[in-house]
């Protein structure tokens, strides 16, 4: 049976459309797919991402743990509250996931990890910190709502705790404050600005109501996967996984490789990946007509599968469809994709297809 995330029963009561994703019972829309797309883009919509998994890690060394860990360099981050997103790999530089770390204390680093990688992640991380005698804490009794739009932070800064809606108002992006068991980071997962907020389960569903008072469209899976997608944004498990290093995944610039002496798992490999020269490409496609482009169809140049789509569908602020591809390396020739048996042509261009309220390409 899904596990049921502390706001279940108010999706329910909202009309939810409920479906299970990684293990959860989630919404996928409230009525209008289309309509909460535009809300988040024009205006201000929510998504609960309570199933989204919050990793504490303490000890004296959980800096150069994380150092060790992750393909990016938590180094980087001097600021408390400061947040950076990383691939952490296998030896062989596989993905085992993309996840978000934050600097809270010296002593005292959070991670939040995808859903559906959770378990996995816990073994993998588990098995690497006893080394470095970092502590580790899941803690389940939080949930989490993300809150997105052009007048997100506005909307949603009345409903937080008094300590915290000054300093909410004040973070810059990829930021985070925290208080009393409430977390708020000035991240997201669809191209607009808003916040992340963690917070006890118990505090969720009035938070949920209240923010439905305040003009937020509560929003569901299929459109926060319409908007990550145009804001060329990768899903875990279609655009990268265990079997793809993040430099065939649009994700060579999550891979800090300096200071040289930083010797983080998946680095050999990498390296050597980098040196041979011939590593696929990861390019936006926008379909020339009629259709839409799907996951896992065929890139094709001339007669020869050149690549494949890994994240695909239609765009509601393009009004067209639009993909992901990984593609030869040496391939420069028209592209096509094979829609239902037939070639239609497709045309790449550079990510994002648009953020910010705006389409970020020529049309």
């Given at each position: ?155 949603a800064q009345a409903l937080l705790p008094d ?69 060329g944004m990768n899903l875990y498990g279609n ?51 009629k259709g839409v482009l799907r996951d896992h ?67």
């Amino acid at each position: 049976m899904d596990e049921k995330t502390v706001l279940n029963a108010v999706h329910r009561e909202m009309g939810a459309r409920m479906v299970s994703f990684g293990g959860w019972d989630m919404p996928v829309h409230y009525g209008s797919q289309l309509e909460e797309h535009h809300a988040v883009r024009r205006d201000a919509g929510m998504f609960d991402v309570s199933h989204m998994r919050v990793i504490d890690l303490y000890g004296l060394r959980v800096r150069s743990f994380l150092q060790c860990l992750l393909a990016n360099d938590v180094g980087k981050l001097r600021h408390p509250g400061k947040a950076l997103y990383s691939c952490m790999l296998r030896p062989d530089g596989g993905v085992i996931d993309d996840l978000i770390v934050y600097f809270l204390r010296e002593n005292w680093f959070r991670m939040v990890v995808n859903a559906a990688t959770a378990e996995n992640d816990l073994g993998w991380i588990g098995y690497n910190a006893a080394r470095f005698s970092v502590a580790i804490e899941t803690p389940r009794d939080l949930a989490m709502i993300a809150v997105q739009g052009p007048n997100a932070r506005s909307k949603a800064q009345a409903l937080l705790p008094d300590k915290l809606q000054s300093v909410a108002m004040a973070l810059k992006p990829f930021h985070a404050g925290h208080d009393e068991g409430w977390f708020v980071g000035r991240t997201g997962y669809t191209g607009e600005d808003g916040f992340e907020l963690v917070m006890p389960g118990q505090a969720a569903p009035d938070l949920w109501r209240g923010l439905v008072a305040a003009g937020v469209r509560p929003c569901g899976l299929g459109a926060r996967d319409t908007l990550r997608l145009e804001a060329g944004m990768n899903l875990y498990g279609n655009d990268m996984d265990e079997t793809q290093s993040p430099l065939e995944s649009g994700l060579a610039w999550t891979v800090a490789w300096e200071p040289a002496e930083r010797e983080f798992i998946g680095r050999s490999a990498l390296e050597k990946q980098r040196s041979t020269g011939r590593l696929a490409r990861f390019i936006g496609l926008v379909l020339e007509g009629k259709g839409v482009l799907r996951d896992h169809l065929p890139v094709l140049a001339g007669e020869q599968v050149v690549g494949e789509i890994t994240s695909g569908g239609f765009s509601p602020t393009l009004q067209c469809s639009i993909a992901m591809a990984r593609v030869k390396a040496d391939e420069g020739a028209a592209l096509t994709a094979e829609i239902r048996g037939r070639r239609l042509p497709v045309r790449e261009v550079q990510m994002p297809f648009a953020r910010h309220g705006k389409v970020c390409i020529e049309l």
